[in-house]
């Protein structure tokens, strides 16, 4: 063999291989994810999902720039043998072989969820349930299923008390048994000792501190505000007196529009309307904040008995109450609040 010969092929297999190179970095490293989209992508692998699944919703969703370069290294890096189910968000400008190892690692990416201004139970089963696997269906039917309900302490009524506002990470395949144990633990977590012996001081229980704290949280968005309402209806409870609040007679009737409850609405024959039946409703009107919770449990100490929503001195309604100890001083405070309704056209 000559020696311009083995040169010559020296310099052929560099080339070759400095081009096999290259060619493999490209496929390997170089941005392979859409980009004008401007926002990265969550690729959802259902459980007994194939590859053949995944593929087809990187093409729906029109992911890849280049696809046979991302099934070249996925073959070799046997991703179709090692497809695991979950969430995976894929970075903008991400290469083939970072997609690839995220995928074959099953390091998925969980869900955020948080879920405040519920009011009804099916708001908070379609919410939820549509951000995982398990869907609203499934959910729904644990949540109104008394057995399921009573091994967390609840019935189907007050089941939503069991979710603490907050923001959680929870993988998108959990199970909706999973979930709702997961919601369990961070709802004991919540009640600790210190706080159990509030409620107990209170004569109340945990379900029956939701239960106030969501009509606080209806009544105001001022959390300075909070523990002095929650006296008003505390006060109320111990002398008899029926709480009359507005918030759960809107809920009684399902219409949230409402803007002012009149004598007409107050009727309503419903266990959720304070004004008709004594004590507190059966279930809470909402999903209440934790503002609320600790609000009820740190009830302000006072006389009132009374109170409605202040008019301010320009004569508008910022949402501030006024709060009175005699009936003739809440009928002053409310005529002025009427009057402000009646200027407003609210009727």
């Known amino acids: 063999m000559s020696r311009n010969f083995k040169i010559g092929l020296f310099i052929f297999v560099a080339v ?20 004008d989209k401007g926002k990265d992508f969550a690729l959802l692998i259902p459980t007994g999902g194939t590859y053949e699944t995944l593929l087809d919703s990187l093409k729906k969703n029109d992911v890849l720039r280049d696809e046979m370069s991302f099934r070249f290294l996925a073959k070799l890096l046997k991703l179709p043998e090692r497809v695991k189910a979950g969430r995976y968000v894929i970075k903008q400008n991400s290469g083939n072989l970072e997609v690839v190892q995220k995928l074959r690692s099953g390091n998925q990416d969980a869900v955020k969820l948080s879920f405040n201004n519920i009011r009804l139970k099916q708001d908070l089963i379609e919410r939820v349930g549509k951000k995982f696997e398990f869907g609203p269906t499934s959910l729904g039917q644990l949540m109104n299923d008394p057995a399921v309900c009573q091994k967390y302490g609840f019935d189907t009524t007050n089941i939503v008390s069991l979710f603490l506002p907050n923001t959680y990470e929870i993988y998108w395949n959990t199970k909706a048994e999973k979930f709702l144990d997961r919601m369990h633990d961070e709802y004991q977590k919540f009640w600790t000792p210190a706080r159990q012996e509030k409620a107990k001081a209170l004569g109340m229980s945990q379900k029956e501190v939701a239960v106030m704290a969501s009509i606080v949280d209806a009544e105001t968005n001022y959390v300075e505000e909070m523990p002095r309402i929650a006296g008003v209806y505390y006060n109320r409870i111990q002398q008899s007196m029926p709480l009359q609040a507005d918030p759960t ?8 529009s409402i803007k002012r409850v009149t004598s007409r609405l107050s009727a309503l024959n419903s266990p959720y309307n304070t004004y008709r039946v004594l004590g507190l409703p059966p279930g809470p009107i909402n999903i209440p904040s934790t503002d609320a919770l600790e609000a009820v449990l740190n009830t302000e100490k006072h006389d009132y008995l009374y109170f409605c929503v202040k008019v301010d001195d320009d004569g508008k309604l910022k ?7 005699e009936y003739d001083d809440h009928l002053n405070n409310a005529r002025i609040y009427q009057e402000a309704l009646n200027k407003m056209n609210i009727r």
């Open 16 to 35: 070759m291989f400095t081009t096999f190179s290259f060619y493999f970095w490209q496929v390997a490293k170089s941005p392979n994810v859409q980009v």
């Open 319 to 325: 949402g501030h109450h006024a709060f009175a100890v």
């Open 249 to 256: 007679v809107i809920f009684a009737h399902r219409d949230f």
